[in-house]
């Protein structure tokens, strides 16, 4: 996006994320999806539990995602992390001691290019609603990407997994922990099983998986 644009946005009445139509950060036909209550996504890759999601990755979903990613609407992390919440309550495991919410991460060039990193920013919402009601759930960006890793925009299911595999390694801490692994959507699941991957690598057990939204072709709904 131009700096033109940015521009604009900055100086312009702030408009609905999604439609672009209404004042506000997201108008309520735009909010409603992010309000729904958790489902299964889908059949999810090996090693990977079924992913628990709350929408659908389409219409004014994508849009909105993309302003917080790419846009720099901060604001919108906050509903996206409340999304964010319902799935991940629904993919906690049951058992002793508080588990983990760890993230997928995000690839160094992108979160400088971005000027943050949108889904730790979901992650921290997540997590202090979750503990707000009485959820003992702890985040831990325990994940890096180890080297460079292409665009996975435009890839099949076969080349994202080539292209992410043994690209993430996780931190020591994470060994006997229970983790919930979230991403903001999932797709084919590569990056999510690449990432649950590298926590069973390091000694962790993968319990839950949890993501805002899935593609259609993953929904069950």
């Not at 090693?47 to 604001?75: D, F």
């Not at 993430?168 to 959507?185: F, H, I, K, P, T």
Request: glycine share 10%; hydrophobic share 45%; charged share 20%.
């Amino acid at each position: 996006m131009s700096a033109l644009a940015d521009l604009i946005d900055l100086l312009l009445p702030q408009r609905c994320a999604g439609c672009g139509h209404h004042p506000g950060l997201l108008c309520d036909a735009c909010a409603r999806p992010l309000l729904a209550e958790a489902r299964p996504a889908g059949q999810a890759p090996a090693g990977l539990p079924p992913p628990w999601t709350v929408a659908a990755y389409e219409g004014p979903l994508r849009t909105i995602l993309a302003s917080y990613k790419e846009r720099g609407r901060a604001a919108l992390a906050v509903p996206l992390g409340e999304a964010l919440a319902t799935a991940v309550h629904a993919a906690l495991p049951s058992g002793p001691g508080p588990p983990l919410v760890v993230w997928v991460p995000s690839g160094r060039r992108a979160v400088r290019r971005r000027g943050h990193d949108p889904l730790r920013g979901m992650v921290e919402v997540a997590v202090r609603r979750l503990r707000a009601s009485g959820v003992p759930v702890t985040a831990l960006g325990a994940l890096r990407q180890r080297g460079r890793v292409a665009d996975q925009a435009g890839l099949s299911a076969r080349e994202r997994a080539a292209n992410l595999a043994g690209a993430v390694e996780a931190r020591a801490e994470v060994a006997g922990r229970r983790v919930v692994l979230v991403d903001d959507v999932v797709t084919t699941g590569a990056s999510l099983a690449e990432s649950a991957r590298a926590l069973r690598a390091a000694g962790a057990d993968v319990a839950g998986a949890a993501t805002v939204a899935a593609t259609p072709r993953h929904r069950l709904w």
